[in-house]
Each structure stands twice: as C-alpha cells, then as structure tokens.
C-alpha cells in the first residue's frame, strides 16, 4: 500500500490533492512544527489584477517554536470577512460559483481559534467534492515517535505500507537507503499540472498554475475531479 504524509495546509493547490489520490492512505503532520511563511496558512487565487494571496493570520509573538497543532488564529482581524469577500470578488462570475460559494459563506462564519481545523475542514470538503475517499489519519494518533526518515519509516510500519510517496522536495532530505534496508520502495510525486479554464483569460491573460483547489473547482466544477485524476490515473 502507498503511503504519503503531508503538513494541513490552507486551501491547498491541486498538487496537494494529487498526492493524496495516489495513495491507499495519508497522514495529517500535525504534529511538526510549524513553518511561518510557507503553506500552512496562506494560499493563492486569482483575480483581475493577478494572483492574491489569502492568508491566515495566526499568534506567533513570544510563542517559539510549535507543532502544527497548536498553532492558534489571529482573530483581531476581521480576515474571515476578507477572504469570502476576496473569492466572491475573484470567482463571482464564474461558472460553479453558486454551487462552492455557500460552503465559504458557512466557513467564514464560524469562528476558527486552531489553525489546523480550519485547514482540514477544508481540505475533508473538498476530498468530497473531488470524489476522494482515501483513508485519513493523524501523525499525533500514530504514536511515532521517531524523526526525519526514520519517521517516515516509522509510519509506513504503523500503515502496512509498502511504498511511500514523497513530493518532490524529498530528494533534498530523504535518507533513500533506510527505505530499501526496510522494504520500502520510494517514489516522487512528479505532478503534471493540468490547464483549464480560469477567470480572466478572455482579457488576454495566460493560465497561472499553482493556486489553491478553489480556483479549479470555481470554473470547472464537476470535471475537476477528472481534470485532477486524469493525470493521476496515467
């Protein structure tokens, strides 16, 4: 069985769910320290003007360093009103709006104190629309306690995995030989990413790869699942 394991991250991009589709299970990092300034709490759409980058603020002062799961939100700033304004702005006119939008107006009016459960909110929602059933666990529910690849491997045991997935930056740390010493065959996620149509490309624009799911979901709606495994399925 494949294995991959992933940090909960904001409104992630296709890549995200990529992953997740090519495996027989995935785990939550959540108990990883967090990363400021990377995915975690922010991701990209697009809009007339470009892309916009919609991020979470979170607490940060004298805290140091924490896991993921402890993370809380920045709740002094209306940012909840600013995101669904900046998506209905961003995705107003585009095909499938009616059918996502009320899921944001929902998620926007609750009030968010963990990072985390925002993120994952999110990301279950949209394994549902994209017709992903994929088993989902939680590192902090495994009882791992190694680190770097030795975790990894660790999770693959506690899985019955026989293979992970690892996302193309694994090739920087990933200690290969531990995962051939273990029976364990390593694979990298080499993601094609697909084009279809966007918002303001009639106005001349090219397409803009990388944002959040909420851009293809937005404008394809029920094909995106296939737009999104048709890669996948190769």
């Not at 929602?125 to 030795?150: C, M, N, Q, R, W």
């Not at 999770?155 to 200690?175: H, M, Q, R």
């Not at 990388?210 to 293809?216: F, N, P």
Request: charged share 25%.
């Amino acid at each position: 069985m494949v294995i991959s394991v992933h940090q909960p991250q904001y409104i992630p991009w296709l890549g995200y769910f990529d992953k997740i589709v090519r495996s027989g299970a995935f785990v939550f990092l959540d108990d990883v320290q967090y990363k400021a300034r990377e995915y975690q709490n922010r991701n990209r759409i697009r809009t007339a003007r470009g892309e916009l980058w919609l991020t979470v603020p979170v607490l940060s002062k004298g805290l140091g360093l924490r896991n993921i799961s402890e993370v809380l939100v920045d709740n002094a700033s209306d940012w909840p009103r600013q995101h669904l304004q900046s998506i209905k702005t961003s995705y107003g006119h585009a095909e499938y709006f009616d059918r996502y939008f009320p899921f944001f107006e929902n998620l926007y009016s609750r009030r968010w104190e963990r990072l985390i459960d925002i993120n994952i909110e999110v990301i279950k929602h949209f394994l549902g629309e994209l017709g992903i059933a994929t088993p989902l666990y939680y590192g902090s529910a495994l009882g791992v306690t190694s680190k770097k690849t030795d975790r990894i491997i660790e999770i693959c045991g506690k899985l019955g995995g026989d293979t992970y997935l690892s996302g193309s930056g694994g090739k920087d740390y990933l200690e290969d030989g531990k995962f051939a010493a273990r029976g364990i065959k390593l694979l990298y996620q080499e993601f094609r990413h697909p084009v279809y149509r966007q918002q303001f490309m009639k106005d001349g624009g090219d397409f803009m790869p990388y944002l959040s799911i909420v851009d293809l979901v937005m404008n394809e709606g029920p094909r995106s699942a296939e737009i999104l495994k048709g890669d996948s399925a190769r």
